[in-house]
Nanobody, 130 residues
Framework: QVQLVESGGGSVQAGGSLRLSCAVS????????MGWFCQAPGKEREFVAA????????IYVDSVKGRFAISRDNAKNTLYLQLNSLKPEDTAVYYC???????????????????????WGQGTQVTVSS
């Protein structure tokens, strides 16, 4: 059973930075296309960033392009999201997710679709004050 555990959230002032981590157990992080989503209070969960299994493709929601960076360390079996130049509107619970894995899909595959992800972490809170 694949399990994802996020960490690294916290409270920062606008303009600050955080690095979120997502530790993968029960599977190999390099075997999955993975992504980050966020859910702000009173809103639906939405896509933030995703990375292909071969790490060559990354995609972002427009609002975080140039500020956030998704990456993974296969040796540590961990996915990361670097958050820079944070804004109050980035305040949300951030979730990491992994697709069903396996090699039936292209190693370049990435997706923004929440329903395409099979495994989810419990979330980590990011709060940005002005």
């Amino acid at each position: 059973q694949v399990q994802l555990v996020e960490s690294g959230g916290g409270s920062v002032q606008a303009g600050g930075s955080l690095r979120l981590s997502c530790a993968v157990s029960g599977g190999i992080v390099g075997g999955y296309a993975m992504g980050w989503f966020c859910q702000a209070p009173g809103k639906e969960r939405e896509f933030v960033a995703a990375i292909s299994r071969n790490n060559l493709i990354t995609i972002y929601v427009d609002s975080v392009k140039g500020r956030f960076a998704i990456s993974r360390d296969n040796a540590k079996n961990t996915l990361y999201l670097q958050l820079n130049s944070l804004k109050p509107e980035d305040t949300a619970v951030y979730y990491c997710a992994a697709d069903t894995g396996g090699y039936s899909r292209s190693s370049y595959y990435t997706t923004r679709g929440e329903s395409d992800y099979a495994y989810w972490g419990q979330g980590t809170q990011v709060t940005v004050s002005s």
